[in-house]
């Protein structure tokens, strides 16, 4: 994620993240769940690297609770922050940090590296930086509880797996796609069209996998008979999942977000998503729509904590399929999740296309 | 129905021999102005229950043409027939508003005029004036209240047992939460407002504050201020339908509150679904063409 693509998510949204609200909520505590007993915030010393976090609560066991219609209750608005990398860092074959000390350590190390309100670069690092903590999620300076070095827990050496030979027009289309990033980097877009996915306001983080970012990293899941829907703050889509057993949609009804159906596994929520949009940049790091499969799971594993795992599997990109987990915390009822709007106020499209024209005009090829 | 019959009975009546006879079968004809416009009654009904309330649950659909106008409308061509020929025709529509007018102050009927000659024009050059001109919708904008109920799109209510019920639109992937029994006003103006809910009987009663000023009506121009307050109600009338009402208060704009309503209909196919409706990438030209790299 470069700085540039980070300075226009914020220009481009009237960022509105989940802060702690002054109102007087009168059904606090009435959404199903209750304040998280203390056991659910113990830590597990040394948890298995294949979904670790299923056992992130120790002591006494959590007991799920379920809808009036005898589903799991999931309800609720959750953040999925965390300074653990996607990626364990090269060279690392520790999975699990055993120890506090290096737990801390690797935190700290982690916050430094994100931290914005360092004055250690030059002039222009520090313009880049003036987007600062402010408005980041303080979440994500935190990594996980079960003190894994990667949130990949699959394959074992927790990075993603090596890249298949791509055919030469998957290849000429990530060639467009890099110059295209080259041109919004130098500051010098052509186009609208050109722009990424989340700069043109079509997808943010609401395409699954959900990933952290450094804000507005809440999702609001909703229950009723026969639907699992969530909601994720950016960029304010529904995710409306049938639990009924339907077939997916037709092979040639596509959708920038596929098309999800769900089902349960014991008390886990398992969905599968396929019919995705064939545009660049919809499926995960470039993946290719066509071929691109995503299972997710998610297990309430205490009042408070969700376990997220998905597995990614696309053959025409990566040699193996490949898993991670992300743990998803329950937001205090007493906060809310407001709209991200960002079509709406796009300015910045407007600022990074009229600077570019301008520079172009006093003969810039390059900022 | 009985007042078109009775319309056509007096058009019959003029051009025929008035008698004794005609007048005592038109006891009402020519005696009182048309009765203002009212959704079909119902009986009474009483919905299935969740949690003790009605449920909701569902995916629904308005099929009046109020997004065109809120008010009685003829067909049109649309914009440009000369490029979308008959598909860009938009077709006649009477009014949703009780008593068939909208109460405008006479300064604000001026403003709805000047919105009506600039639905089709944008000009976002300049972040002071982004949206000064154009109906919203023209833009992919997210519609507010009440006006993404009659949108010509499916929505989706989504009731469990959290004090929060969610309205999923089709149409730009809008999306509001409605907070049950919340006290607290809205924190900031948003496109689809901050909308608060209670149950009085078979009714879902929201109450909708904080919305954008730069949202509108329908594509005739009709707007509001900051001040707008609707309160909306959705009653079920059938296992199949449920009756909208919408109270618009606006005192910048209007001279009294004002009322809308109309059925919404549950959709019944088999496997029917939302789908998606992300209209930014065809408003990109539009909005953004002109600054693009000179070829």
């Not at chain 1, 994500?140 to 993603?160: F, H």
């Not at chain 1, 909703?222 to 529904?238: D, K, L, R, T």
């Not at chain 2, 909208?244 to 001279?255: N, R």
């Amino acid at each position: 994620m470069s700085d540039r693509w980070l300075t226009s998510m914020f220009i481009a949204a009237a960022m509105i993240a989940v802060v702690p609200s002054a109102l007087t909520n009168a059904q606090t505590g009435a959404s199903g769940s209750s304040k998280p007993p203390e056991a659910a915030q113990a830590q597990t010393p040394k948890a298995p690297a294949k979904a670790p976090a299923a056992k992130a609560a120790t002591g006494k066991a959590w007991t799920p609770i379920k809808t009036p219609w005898g589903d799991p209750d999931l309800q609720g608005v959750w953040n999925d922050a965390t300074s653990t990398p996607m990626q364990r860092p090269n060279g690392s074959t520790t999975d699990v940090l055993d120890d506090a000390e290096s737990a801390t350590q690797f935190e700290e190390k982690l916050a430094y590296d994100l931290s914005r309100d360092r004055r250690d670069g030059g002039p222009e690092v520090d313009v880049n930086r003036a987007y600062n903590e402010h408005w980041m999620d303080a979440r994500r300076l935190k990594i996980t509880s079960d003190r894994r070095t990667s949130l990949i827990v699959d394959p074992a050496d927790g990075r993603i797996p090596p890249t298949v030979p791509l055919t030469p027009e998957r290849q000429k289309i990530r060639a467009e796609r890099a110059a295209a990033a080259d041109r919004f980097n130098a500051g010098m877009p052509d186009v609208a069209t050109e722009l990424s996915l989340p700069v043109r306001c079509i997808i943010r983080t609401d395409s699954p996998p959900y990933l952290p970012t450094i804000y507005n990293n809440n999702f609001q899941i909703f229950q009723s008979p026969g639907y699992v829907v969530i909601a994720p703050e950016m960029i304010h889509s529904a995710r409306i999942i049938p639990m009924d057993g339907r077939p997916h949609l037709g092979k040639t009804l596509l959708q920038w977000l596929g098309d999800t159906r769900g089902h349960w596994e014991g008390t886990t929520l398992v969905l599968e998503t396929t019919n995705f949009r064939t545009d660049d940049g919809v499926a995960y790091q470039g993946a290719n729509p066509a071929t691109y499969k995503i299972t997710e799971r998610f297990t309430r594993v205490a009042a408070d904590s969700i376990n997220y795992e998905f597995t990614i599997t696309d053959p025409a990109t990566w040699t193996k399929p490949w898993t991670a987990v992300i743990p998803w915390t329950k937001v205090d009822p007493g906060e809310q999740m407001y709209e991200y709007m960002c079509h709406e106020d796009n300015f910045d499209i407007v600022h990074l296309l009229t600077g570019a024209r301008t520079r172009e005009k006093n003969g810039e090829g390059k900022r | 129905m009985r007042s078109r019959f009775g319309r056509v009975m007096i058009l019959l009546g003029a051009a025929a021999v008035i008698s004794v006879f005609w007048l005592t079968v038109l006891p009402t004809a020519g005696q009182q102005a048309p009765p203002a416009r009212q959704s079909a009654p119902f009986p009474p009904y009483k919905a299935p229950r969740l949690n003790g309330h009605p449920d909701l649950n569902g995916l629904w659909q308005a099929f009046v043409t109020a997004n065109i106008d809120l008010q009685d409308h003829e067909a049109q061509s649309g914009p440009h027939p000369e490029v979308l020929g008959a598909y860009g025709g938009w077709p006649a529509g009477q009014s949703i508003v009780e008593g068939g007018e909208i109460p405008y102050k006479p300064e604000a009927l001026a403003k709805k005029r000047q919105n009506l000659l600039n639905r089709t024009k944008v000009d976002v050059s300049n972040d002071k004036t982004w949206h000064d001109l154009g109906d919203p919708e023209f833009k992919c904008y997210m519609p507010g209240l009440p006006r993404a109920t009659y949108m010509p799109f499916p929505f989706q209510i989504v009731q469990g047992t959290s004090p929060y019920i969610l309205m999923a639109y089709e149409f730009a992937t809008a999306t509001r939460t409605i907070r049950m029994d919340w006290k607290g006003e809205a924190p900031t103006d948003t496109w689809m407002g901050w909308s608060r809910g209670r149950w009085e009987g078979e009714t879902l009663v929201v109450d909708v504050t904080g919305q954008r000023e730069e949202s509108w009506f329908d594509r005739a121009g009709d707007y509001h201020s900051d001040a707008l307050h609707v309160v909306e109600r959705f009653t079920p009338a059938s296992p199949y339908h449920m009756i909208y009402e919408a109270t618009i208060e606006d005192p910048k704009v209007f001279t009294r509150p004002w009322k809308i309503s109309f059925p919404l209909y549950r959709r019944m196919e088999r496997n029917v679904q939302a789908l998606e409706y992300k209209c930014v990438p065809w408003t990109e030209e539009l909005l953004y063409g002109k600054f693009k790299k000179p070829s």
